[in-house]
């Protein structure tokens, strides 16, 4: 299912998984809404990623198993980026993604995140559930092979 918001003339677009039986490699956290309900919101860690031309900031992330996270992906750039990390989004619980302020999404799981160009932000809410190094990176054009590329470690 893809979701697309206008907010601003901006427009930004959530790309989640249809069915998590069906997706490849690990599966997504079957328990997710027991997870989120149970984490301490209240002491969130927030985490910040820039996006410019062929690059994140910071690059490679270190999370912890169980802490409340808000990952705001701000972009930054002249140009549409992704923040694509599917291993990823299948090893944690997702409590919610907002646009801007705009928008509040609510969905078990994602795939993919792609933030228009110097329009905004999206913050994503989860909680990790499952340890390993996961790659991050931009599916548009060329923008991995010129290095848009990175890591994200939960431990």
């Known amino acids: 299912m893809t979701c697309s918001f206008f907010p601003n003339s901006a427009v930004f677009v959530l790309g989640a998984g249809l069915i998590a039986g069906c997706a490849s490699g690990p ?24 996006i410019t031309e062929h690059d994140y900031t910071p690059r490679n992330l270190k999370l912890k198993i169980g802490q409340a996270y ?10 549409d980026h992704y923040y694509t990390a599917p ?33 905004g932000q999206i913050d994503l809410y989860f909680v990790p559930v499952k340890a390993g190094t996961y790659t991050v990176y931009c599916t548009i054009d060329d923008h991995r092979e010129k290095g848009m590329e990175g890591t994200i470690t939960v431990e």
Do not use: C, H
């Open 70 to 79: 808000k990952l705001e992906m701000k972009n930054m750039g002249d140009k």
């Open 87 to 119: 291993d990823f989004y299948k090893a944690i619980a997702t409590r919610k993604a907002m646009v801007n302020k705009f928008a509040e999404i609510k969905a078990p799981y994602f795939d993919a995140f792609e933030i228009l160009k110097k329009s």
């Open 27 to 50: 599966s997504y956290i079957t328990n997710s809404a027991d997870i989120v309900k149970a984490a301490d919101w209240k002491n969130t860690q927030t985490v910040t990623v820039k």
